[in-house]
């Protein structure tokens, strides 16, 4: 069974810093991209961040480019999301997501990613 889970979220006021982990188990996740999405209230879940395999490709959202940072650990099986200089409109529910698939790839087709987490809410106050 496919497992995403997602910790570290919480309240911080603007400026701060949180960092997210993903941890997943249950099946093997060898070659597949991780990323980060968010969803806030009443509005769509939106992309944030995404990491290849290897994590020698990284891809951002416009939003989150410069004080974001994504990274995994295949040996700990875990994907991260450092987010800095944090605003309250980055005030979502932030969930772990893996494919198979390039990147380039599911935005070409303008998919999302397969497998899922459950969501860490992440709030932001001014």
């Known amino acids: 069974q496919v497992q995403l889970v997602e910790s570290g979220g919480g309240l911080v006021q603007a400026g701060g810093s949180l960092r997210l982990s993903c941890a997943r188990s249950?099946?093997?996740?060898?070659?597949?991209?991780m990323g980060w999405f968010r969803q806030a209230p009443g509005k769509e879940r939106e992309f944030v961040a995404f990491?290849?395999?290897?994590?020698?490709?990284?891809y951002y959202a416009d939003s989150v480019k410069g004080r974001f940072t994504i990274s995994r650990d295949n040996a700990k099986n875990t994907v991260y999301l450092q987010m800095n200089s944090l605003k309250p409109e980055d005030t979502a529910v932030y969930y772990c997501a893996a494919d198979s698939r390039p990147f380039a790839t599911m935005q070409g087709m303008g998919v999302k990613p397969n497998y899922w987490g459950q969501g860490t809410q992440v709030t932001v106050s001014s």
């Open positions: 990491i290849n395999w290897s994590g020698g490709s990284t």
């Open positions: 249950g099946r093997t996740f060898s070659g597949y991209g």
